[in-house]
């Protein structure tokens, strides 16, 4: 029940804000600050809208990011340090994972979760290539788009799973265990992209070299702390007794490793997954998560809307035939693909079906490998606009295609034959509330006599 207070609030403060800011900013007064409102707000009320869908907040942000950019209003000038911003998320977002990660529940199941994942880059090479023979696509952005069509997103999935019950399910453990591996993996992709050279080729032996140094380092360090207790950080002992200081500690182990590890010519964002590892089999484990879930949800908050304002809408409406056709095949292709991995992995046919439609979706990393790519100069802007629509669009819609697939399932045994019949029994509650609305509508703009 919404007390009056609340809805005192909300109609008199709330919902007029958007149009206090819109005013502020036509004046051009204290610009910088106008633009953070404009952001927060547009983020806050388009999260709040996709929640009451039921879907992700990200797909909130993302939306804000492409109304208030350069495609619709244009509102935000300095997209400079929203980028920043967003590179600083994305150094969380692995933080976070390798802070939240359970060695001991990982490695008691990881030959399912790495035999998957190496199949799964095997499929996104066997998506891919009949794509680029048939759109000329080079052999670098080939491998590029493998990469991506492996990857699943773990915001999405989990946020799927806890929508249809299954989160806490074996169902839900096999799915999170594989994109704990997705996650893991992300590490030798970025370092295999950075190897390409641009006219396709690969520097061999550096690639090798980083790629043997950097897992030889990740598998000693998951040894070591997987036979352990709870390891002491004399950093975090210090900090103990302030509370205030514990966040602050936690971003300098972040992004120090992150430089460090850059210095070192691995990779940034390999070294603030590094750093969240250690701190997450540390005493300090649940006071770290819990006072950096804040710093970690902003910084999220501004990475997904980075990438609303970079989908170009244009881009979109040029291409839309060519995207959507390369989305169904992904999106039929990765589920296939996924079931039919699982269930070769030895899961029974219920989980396998069901993870592998959950996990049929483009991941937030798509983001992370296109910049990558861009900076090695081996994705153009083509290549990257292609990139960041199809996983916009996959992201979006990835509820509905696990709707989709679940009512195919169950209509599987009835045998239909007629494709009509079969629409029919798969989207009929969605057709018969579409025309119901549509005649009412009808009816109240009809004149009455």
Known sequence: MVSPFSSFYISTILLPYPLIIWHYAHMHIETSLTEIAIVITAALLCGILLEKFKQPAILGYILAGVILGPS???FIENREMVFQLAE???????FVVGLELSLRSFVKIWPISVGCIALQVVG????AFPLAHLFGWPLNLTL???????????????????????????????????LVAQDLAIV????????LQPNGSLDIFWMIIKIVISVGLLAILVWYLSRRERINIPFLKLAAGHVDLIPLMGLMFCFGTAAVAGLAGLSAAYGAFLAGLVLGNSQKRQILIERMTPIYSVLMMVFFLSIGLLLDLNFL????GKVMMI??????????LNISILHLLRQPWTMSFLSGVVLAQLGEFSFLLATVGQEAGIVDEYGNNLIVSLTVLSLALSPIWLSTAKRL?????????????????VFGREVSLVMRLYNKLRRRGKPRD
Do not use: C, W, Y
């Not at 030798?188 to 190897?195: K, T």
């Not at 409406?317 to 839309?320: A, C, D, E, P, S």
């Not at 399932?409 to 029994?425: G, K």
């Open 88 to 94: 600083l998320g994305v150094l969380m977002l692995l």
């Open 409 to 425: 399932h169950d209509l599987a045994p009835r045998r239909t034959i007629s494709l009509s019949r079969l629409l029919n029994l």
């Open 144 to 178: 590029l788009l493998a990469f991506v069509f492996a990857l699943s997103s773990t915001a999405v999935a989990v946020k799927m799973l806890d929508t249809i019950g299954e989160l806490k399910t074996e169902t839900g453990r096999l799915t999170i265990s594989v």
């Open 327 to 336: 989305l169904v095949f992904i999106t039929i292709g990765k589920t296939a």
């Open 124 to 127: 996104g090479l066997a998506i």
């Open 317 to 320: 409406m040029q291409n839309l």
């Open 188 to 195: 030798p992709m970025i370092l295999i992209i950075r190897g």
């Open 72 to 74: 619709l209003f244009g």
